[in-house]
């Protein structure tokens, strides 16, 4: 209610003074049917940045990984699966190594916009281990300040990501992993966070920094 409208007014300022209210209406209207993006993000590559943990890891197993090298898509077809499984087993599990991974620059600072702009966002990871994953989230500083119990879901698959996804609609999802976006066929937007611009050819939309995420959003 307007508070002019309070006070006994001509009926000329009250009609000024609804008209006034129906614009400020109209205004908030069109501005939650444009802000219509429900956000989703991955974890590890995204969130997370591994890529010197994952050089140094490597070459305690007697490989040598560049940095280009580093990304899940690539990294997994460069090592032989029984020594791979070591490697994910120490990257994310082993207590000795899981927190030496780093904030993604710019992503504290990114989130930090979306919750004064009251976007609303979601974590979806398929880390297998939720317990192991939020000590980390915690250790960085992440949780609970940005990821907590209400907007962070942990799955299995692929597959899961994309139901999860569609379950919260989501229409906007950052994932480092190409094979991983291609399952994502519920979400209409999906982009590839590629930090070290190594897929060119990406048929995703590719994304390289948080400060390029936090303008898009």
Same mark, same amino acid.
């Given at each position: 209610?307007?508070?002019? *409208?309070?006070?006994?007014?001509?009926?000329?300022?009250?009609?000024?003074?609804?008209?006034? &209210?129906?614009?400020?209406?109209?205004? +908030?209207?069109?501005?939650?049917?444009?802000?219509?993006? +429900? $956000?989703?993000?991955?974890?590890?590559?995204?969130?997370l940045d591994h890529t010197k943990n994952k050089i140094f890891l490597a070459k305690k197993l007697g490989i040598n990984i560049k940095?280009?090298?580093?990304?899940?898509? +690539?990294?997994?077809?460069?090592?032989?699966s029984p020594v791979y499984s070591k490697f994910q087993i120490n990257l994310n599990d082993n207590p000795k190594f899981r927190y030496?991974?780093?904030?993604?620059?710019?992503?504290?600072?990114?989130?930090?916009? /979306?919750?004064?702009? &009251?976007?609303?966002?979601?974590?979806? *990871?398929?880390?297998?281990?939720?317990?192991?994953?939020?000590?980390?989230?915690?250790?960085?500083?992440?949780?609970?300040?940005?990821?907590?119990?209400?907007?962070?879901?942990?799955? /299995?698959?692929? !597959?899961?990501?994309?139901? !999860?996804? !569609?379950?919260?609609?989501i229409t906007h999802y950052f994932d480092d992993q190409q094979t991983v976006l291609n399952e994502l066929v519920g979400v209409k &937007?999906?982009?590839?966070?590629? *930090?070290?611009? $190594?897929?060119?050819?990406?048929?995703?939309?590719?994304? !390289? *920094?948080?400060?390029? +995420?936090?303008?898009?959003?």
């Amino acid at each position: 209610m307007c508070l002019l *409208s309070q006070f006994y007014l001509p009926s000329l300022q009250k009609s000024r003074c609804q008209k006034t &209210n129906l614009c400020l209406v109209y205004k +908030i209207t069109m501005k939650s049917q444009v802000n219509n993006k +429900i $956000v989703g993000f991955d974890m590890d590559g995204v969130v997370l940045d591994h890529t010197k943990n994952k050089i140094f890891l490597a070459k305690k197993l007697g490989i040598n990984i560049k940095i280009k090298e580093t990304p899940s898509d +690539i990294i997994k077809g460069l090592i032989p699966s029984p020594v791979y499984s070591k490697f994910q087993i120490n990257l994310n599990d082993n207590p000795k190594f899981r927190y030496l991974c780093s904030p993604m620059p710019g992503a504290k600072e990114a989130l930090d916009k /979306l919750i004064r702009t &009251n976007q609303q966002y979601f974590l979806i *990871s398929r880390r297998k281990k939720p317990i192991r994953a939020v000590k980390i989230l915690k250790h960085h500083g992440f949780w609970p300040r940005y990821f907590n119990k209400t907007n962070t879901f942990f799955v /299995l698959t692929p !597959k899961d990501k994309d139901e !999860k996804s !569609k379950e919260l609609g989501i229409t906007h999802y950052f994932d480092d992993q190409q094979t991983v976006l291609n399952e994502l066929v519920g979400v209409k &937007n999906r982009f590839l966070f590629d *930090s070290l611009e $190594v897929f060119k050819n990406s048929p995703h939309r590719r994304i !390289k *920094s948080w400060k390029k +995420i936090s303008k898009l959003i």
